[in-house]
């Protein structure tokens, strides 16, 4: 069966602080991995990362993918409490091809 | 544009009662999804479509229906609402198969309460 564990559940930092969040998945036919931030409604698309140890980055938030061990990672830099969120990670793949979201890990930056 | 819209943003219903939920998506994709989202959870897709007048079960598809009459609309109804129903709703789109590189858009979501 497909999943996508995402660790840790919550995270409490305080602003300035850099933090790594932490994606493992299982999916068949696997073709990405893609990270939504979630603020009060919709998740928001951050990142898609298909090929393994090519760094994406976009402002202070990074992310990158292993393949092989089949993980990936989300990190912020100098934290801002506009950061506090919960934080998806999804896997592309699977037998019909559809996102395979994990539980999320909840971010409080605190000031 | 408006992106990806959802009606209603809230709504009550009593055990057995029908309602359909709607999404709009302007952005002329022909992918779209619904999805739930519960505490502890992750979110669940119920039903997808690829294109108009088409439908998929997606991973929990009991207890819903969809229908894509238009391009731009995907419905999901609740044939009789149960209380294992409550949850926040999420209506998504996305150009193509995510598998060519599209992401997927979510709209606001709607929180349902069956009770």
């Known amino acids: 069966e497909d999943k996508v564990v995402q660790s840790p559940l919550s995270l409490v930092v305080h602003e300035g602080d850099t933090v790594t969040l932490n994606c493992s998945y299982e999916?068949?036919?696997?073709?990405?991995l893609l990270w939504y931030k979630q603020e009060k409604k919709a998740p928001t698309f951050l990142f898609m990362l298909?090929?393994?140890?090519i760094e994406k980055k976009s402002g202070r938030l990074s992310s990158i993918l292993d393949k092989k061990e089949l993980f990936s990672i989300l990190n912020i830099t100098a934290t801002q409490t506009g950061d506090s969120a919960i934080y998806l990670c999804?896997?592309?793949?699977?037998?019909?091809?559809?996102?395979?979201f994990g539980t999320g890990t909840l971010l409080a930056v605190q000031p | 544009n408006a992106g990806v819209t959802q009606t209603p943003k809230f709504r009550v219903l009593k055990t057995g009662q029908s309602m359909t939920l709607l999404c709009a998506q302007d952005?002329?994709?022909?992918?779209m999804y619904w999805y739930r989202q519960d505490p502890g959870m992750g979110l669940r897709l119920i039903h997808y479509?690829?294109?108009?007048?088409?439908?998929a079960k997606g991973e929990v598809p009991d207890g819903y229906n969809v229908s894509r009459l238009k391009k731009q609309n995907f419905l999901l109804g609740l044939e009789s609402a149960a209380p294992s129903q409550t949850s926040v709703y999420f209506c998504a789109s996305s150009f193509h198969n995510p598998g060519q590189g599209a992401e997927q858009y979510f709209g606001p979501g709607t929180r349902l309460t069956v009770t």
């Open positions: 479509s690829v294109g108009e007048g088409t439908t």
């Open positions: 999916v068949t036919n696997f073709r990405s």
């Open positions: 952005m002329n994709h022909e992918y």
């Open positions: 298909t090929s393994s140890g």
């Open positions: 999804a896997g592309l793949g699977g037998a019909t091809n559809k996102l395979i």
